[in-house]
């Protein structure tokens, strides 16, 4: 049974960074994609950076802030923030998405979400 646990977040003042990491149970290699969310207070779940057989992606709020990366010795997602901001706060959920089987099914898989505050 793949998990995947998120650790990091917390209270920073607006400039200063933090770095989460997501944990999970199998290999991250072994998804087909994976990535950070946030959803912010009234705000809908959007995708801050993922990592896909294309490539690395960002949201253009993010882009030059944030790096997503993978730690192939701890087995870890990770993501730096660097230059936080106050819109930044959210809770951040880390993402995974595996092809299943020869249909083609996924399966979805989500963190617990940590929260990241950034004051000004």
């Known amino acids: 049974q793949v998990q995947l646990v998120e650790s990091g977040g917390g209270l920073v003042q607006a400039g200063g960074s933090l770095r989460l990491s997501c944990a999970a149970s199998r290999r991250i290699f072994s998804f087909d994609a994976v990535g950070w969310y946030r959803q912010a207070p009234g705000k809908q779940r959007e995708l801050v950076a993922g990592i896909t057989s294309d490539g690395t992606n960002y949201a253009a709020s993010v882009k030059g802030r944030f790096t997503i990366s993978r730690d192939n010795v701890k087995n870890t997602l990770d993501l730096q923030m660097n230059s936080l901001k106050p819109e930044d706060t959210a809770v951040y959920y880390c993402?995974?998405?595996?092809?299943?089987?020869?249909?083609?099914?996924?399966?979805?898989?989500w963190g617990q979400g940590t929260q990241v505050t950034v004051s000004s």
């Open positions: 993402h995974a998405e595996k092809i299943v089987n020869v249909e083609g099914a996924k399966v979805d898989l």
